[in-house]
């Protein structure tokens, strides 16, 4: 079974709007880390936010905020007032305390167009 | 500042021939890690190292070796037994398991067979 799953491909959205893009995980271990990277074309891996499974409080970072629901596995970012520098690609990652190596296991990513 | 460093950013290798990724992290990270990423594609795990002259198969580990004789360094070298080796090949380094957040990327190297 897929560790992470993002169901959307690709994704429009108007410049200055919000949107969502998803992330629903599967994991046994009670303490892992939900990331959120964006890939530009350069191919560099950008750290967005962080979401430990014990913070209490949905992770936000300036215009990102993690919509976190543990009890559902869900870990949706949320990206307000688009512009046009966020197309891109998106991924989600998991990171787990009891996972040997504890390497970050990605999803298939979003790639997400803003249209101005 | 500290950080990691891959080199080159992009490579040409001729069919057949073995070719070495650089990857060194100035952070005193004791875990690295090889990824490899197609087009459109997401991450998947080469090889891992958690330690000094130890390291583990990832999920695509064939057709690749790797070395860790140093803490700094976790060098890549893809063989002529990797049938499709034209890809991007992303390297990263955490401290440990204490802190799941601690995870970091270097640039990244492009490599084509030609």
């Known amino acids: ?116 | 500042d500290g950080g990691i460093t891959q080199s080159p950013k992009y490579l040409f290798r001729k069919e057949g021939q073995n070719v070495t990724l650089s990857c060194e992290q100035n952070l005193n990270h004791d875990a690295m890690y090889w990824y490899r990423q197609d087009p459109g594609q997401g991450l998947r795990l080469i090889y891992y190292s958690q330690i000094v002259n130890d390291f583990q198969k990832g999920d695509i580990a064939e057709g690749y070796s790797v070395s860790r004789e140093k803490k700094e360094s976790f060098p890549l070298t893809v063989t002529s037994a990797q049938k499709n080796p034209t890809a991007f090949y992303l390297c990263a380094s955490s401290s440990g398991s204490a802190n799941l957040r601690d995870y970091t990327f270097g640039s990244g190297t492009r490599l084509t067979v030609v």
């Not at chain 1, 891996?45 to 499974?53: D, N, P």
């Not at chain 1, 688009?82 to 998991?94: E, N, P, V």
């Not at chain 1, 999803?107 to 167009?113: A, E, I, Q, V």
């Open chain 1, 1 to 116: 079974a897929q560790k992470i799953t993002q169901t959307q491909p690709g994704m429009f959205v108007q410049e200055k709007e919000a949107v969502t893009l998803d992330c629903t995980y599967d994991t046994s271990d009670p303490s892992y880390g939900l990331f959120w990277y964006k890939q530009p074309s350069s191919g560099e891996m950008i750290f967005l936010i962080y979401q430990g499974s014990y913070d209490q409080q949905n992770a936000t970072e300036g215009r990102y905020s993690l919509n976190f629901q543990k009890a559902r596995k869900s870990a949706n970012l949320v990206i307000s007032a688009s512009q046009l520098g966020d197309s891109a690609m998106y991924f989600c990652a998991m990171r787990e305390v009891n996972n040997a190596g504890n390497m970050l296991t990605f999803g298939g990513g979003t790639r997400l167009m803003v249209k101005p």
